[in-house]
């Protein structure tokens, strides 16, 4: 099924700029002097951060009860942070582990860098600590029996993975939304399931 586009650029505008993540050699040297230097550079950027506010509106326009958001894949909890300011609560499903290539080209780029498990749950409770209404859920099987307004999917980047996870929160959500439809597995996954409408920064939310 062909994508949508409400928000921003076009599908051809919108990709990212393939050297935004890459890692040269002043930024694996400050790595390796600074853990958390990989922690700082993950900031979104202003556009990425719009499309959320974009996506969350768009539901509040549509009627959602902006109650419980389930967010599958949180890594540093940025995005977290946007849901927080629209739902009465945030529920982060992250083990913190990066399962090699095609997990998603970005953290790919980050295990070349000395990524580590702590480091990253450590970037989460540094960016969320201070919002009460944000809690993290580190075995996503203990999460599997709740029910919620919305879940936002952004875990592992595969077909597969991907379409695992919309099967398994379908039907326990009222909107099935999530990350990186610009990805093609993702974008794969996410047509063979409904018609996408996507935002800028490649947030998409299935019509229902």
Known sequence: MEERIVFGKSMFQEKMDENRFGFDAQFRANAESDPLAVHKFMRREAWELKGLHDLCQWLVDRGCNMGLCIEV?????????????YFDAVICVDPFEFVGPGFD????????????RDIVRQGFRDNTSAVNNIALIEKPDSAVNLRADIVYIDSEHTFVACLTAINRWKDKVTWVTGHDYVCADVKLAVDSVGKAVVFEDHSWVLER
């Open 73 to 85: 894949g949180s890594f540093m909890g940025e995005s977290a942070l946007v849901f927080a300011q």
């Open 105 to 116: 080209e970005n953290i790919d780029n980050l295990n070349q860098a000395g990524l580590s």
